[in-house]
């Protein structure tokens, strides 16, 4: 099948939900984090943190987990990037603050389909900041 604007020979792929469990809790307090009470955006290596200032941040008590990559959702798309090749990445963040490039700094082409994502969508790039120390984000 071939989308719209997206060139046949290019595998898009979509993950829609990487929380289950904070999805099914809703979107909530109650919903930010996993079973474990594991923020998962706060659970992959750069610059993990095991606490961080609540400054602009979601309220309310949550880990980041007990180290980076402690949680098994975590675990799950790590294996799945690395089982696969990829020339861009998004994280295309559910609370509406935006789009984030993928890569530390962020790579060319991940800037680049941010962009044209952002042109499309209600999400915007650069996403909206808020003050919060960013802190074992999916990068």
């Not at 469990?21 to 992959?44: F, K, M, P, Q, Y």
């Not at 998004?90 to 042109?119: C, R, T």
């Amino acid at each position: 099948m071939t989308i719209a604007g997206i060139p046949g020979s290019v595998t898009l792929y979509v993950l829609r939900d990487l929380n289950p469990d904070g999805e099914a809790r809703g979107h909530t307090s109650a919903g930010r984090a996993n079973a474990n009470n594991v923020d998962l955006n706060r659970n992959w290596d750069a610059n993990w943190q095991k606490t961080w200032p609540k400054t602009g941040c979601w309220p309310g008590p949550i880990s980041s987990g007990t180290g980076p990559s402690s949680e098994p959702e975590t675990q799950a798309l790590m294996a799945f990037i690395l089982a696969h090749h990829f020339d861009a990445i998004l994280n295309y963040h559910s609370a509406a603050l935006g789009i984030f490039p993928g890569g530390l700094p962020p790579d060319d082409n991940s800037l680049g389909l941010a962009e044209a994502v952002a042109a499309v969508t209600d999400y915007p790039y650069p996403p909206i900041t808020n003050g919060c120390l960013v802190t074992g984000g999916f990068t």
